[in-house]
């Protein structure tokens, strides 16, 4: 009798649930390590990179650290037989809070995973490459007492290209970059208005995610908003040591379906490491006000006005990308359509599946955006505002807002414009 309910009680069980069982404890475990070949570690980043040293008073790149300086991360690269005459870069502007880390699925498809020093994918073998770290950001210095600010920013992107000798450059952008980008973009409209010169030349613009409407801005309250307040600043210092709290934070930048179906524990602990780096969790709290500088700015960082009033006479073209699940700036790229439409195809916008982290969760489409604007032309001839080399600065003196103030205090930082 005990035999016979024993197999009564197997008999029970539902048919095929041990099967079933089985197969989800296999799906959990292929899902640990699914696309892991994929995902470029932190480390493997940032060490395929440089750190260089930035003064953010002369706003140069300088050989040596001193009191007045911060050191940051940059990654150059480089074809093989790089011409030197008509040479025009592509540079990389991070978004928040993932930094110049959020680029490595972009640069590793761009370029070739096999090799990626040789290899400059489908754009030629004359386009180098400039991915930019800003202050507080992945392998950069996170110092406690700095102005950190759009305006900062666009110094130290200044500053590169002019270490580098850059005079023309394809821009791609995400997230809060798009503000930088506004302001380079004014920058080139003076010195063009004022003495003629357009150079360093932004030739085309791939901004994806960015802010380019003051009235645009859609940032959930328990986001960007929180982060800038005392709440937030404890939560900044919290998700430096906690994975719960980090995680919280993260998680959202991505999409649900991308987070059910692709999202790995590795790619989130390696973007983990990436903000943490030089205590940086602290950054997402320190800079959260660019919301507030862009109405601050509203004037000055408003596309449709910059587009009008100089882009759209000097050949400078507009690929404005949003992702369909975009918590924080989906109003964006409809105002680009309304506001812009006359000027299209000049200005083309795109809206993508995914959620934020669209540069992690569509490489391959957005790999073909930037293929497509570096094969692009110029339109526009302008006469260069330099052609030799600073020797003692190794810098290239191509704007008058450049020329160095008085030496200051040890704390640089603090007078760093706003």
Same mark, same amino acid.
């Given at each position: 009798?005990?035999? /016979?309910?024993? %197999?009564?009680?197997?008999?029970? $069980?539902?048919? @095929?649930?041990?099967?079933?069982?089985?197969?989800? $404890?296999?799906?959990?475990?292929?899902? %640990?390590? &699914?696309?892991?070949?994929?995902? =470029?570690?932190?480390? !493997?980043? *940032?060490?395929? @990179? !440089? &750190? +260089?040293? *930035? !003064?953010?008073?002369? /706003? &140069?790149? =300088?050989?040596?650290?001193?009191?007045? $300086? +911060? $050191? +940051? *991360?940059? %990654? +150059?690269? %480089?074809?093989?037989?790089?011409r030197k005459d008509s040479v025009r870069w592509i540079t990389f502007l991070p978004g928040f809070p993932d930094g110049s880390y959020g680029f490595a699925k972009i640069e590793r498809e761009l370029n070739g995973a096999s090799n990626t020093n040789m290899h400059i994918g489908d754009i030629g073998d004359n386009s180098p490459q400039l991915y930019i770290e800003y202050v507080g950001q992945g392998d950069s210095d996170t110092p406690k007492s700095y102005c950190y600010s759009t305006v900062e920013r666009a110094n130290l992107v200044e500053a590169q290209w002019r270490a580098k000798g850059v005079e023309q450059t394809v821009l791609v952008t995400f997230d809060y970059s798009s503000l930088v980008m506004l302001e380079l973009l004014q920058r080139q409209k003076e010195r063009v208005q004022g003495n003629g010169s357009a150079y360093p030349r932004i030739d085309h613009v791939l901004s994806v995610n960015g802010g380019y409407f003051v009235d645009g801005h859609s940032h959930p309250f328990t986001t960007t908003p929180l982060l800038k307040s005392p709440i937030g600043r404890l939560g900044s210092r919290m998700a430096q040591r906690s994975n719960l709290v980090v995680d919280q934070m993260l998680k959202p930048l991505w999409s649900k379906e991308y987070r059910a179906r692709e999202l790995t524990r590795q790619e989130l602990r390696e973007t983990v490491k990436a903000i943490r780096m030089h205590k940086g969790a602290a950054f997402m709290s320190a800079a959260a006000g660019f919301v507030d500088e862009h109405e601050q700015n509203s004037e000055r960082w408003n596309l449709h006005d910059i587009y009008v009033d100089f882009c759209k006479d000097h050949g400078i073209t507009f690929h404005i990308v949003g992702s369909a699940k975009d918590r924080f700036e989906h109003n964006q790229i409809q105002l680009v359509r309304e506001r812009l439409a006359p000027y299209y195809p000049q200005v083309k916008t795109e809206t993508i599946p995914g959620g934020h982290l669209s540069l992690s969760e569509q490489p391959s489409r957005i790999v073909e955006m930037i293929q497509s604007l570096a094969r692009r032309g110029t339109t526009d001839q302008a006469v260069r505002s330099w052609t030799t080399v600073d020797p003692a600065t190794q810098s290239h003196p191509w704007s008058s807002m450049d020329q160095p103030p008085p030496q200051t205090r040890k704390y640089p930082w603090s007078t760093v414009r706003q």
């Open positions: 009798m005990l035999d /016979k309910n024993r %197999k009564s009680n197997y008999s029970s $069980t539902p048919e @095929g649930f041990l099967t079933f069982q089985s197969y989800l $404890t296999f799906a959990c475990i292929m899902r %640990k390590f &699914r696309n892991t070949d994929s995902i =470029v570690s932190a480390e !493997d980043w *940032f060490a395929s @990179g !440089d &750190r +260089v040293h *930035f !003064d953010p008073n002369h /706003k &140069r790149i =300088v050989s040596k650290a001193d009191a007045n $300086t +911060v $050191t +940051v *991360f940059e %990654k +150059v690269i %480089k074809p093989t037989s790089m």
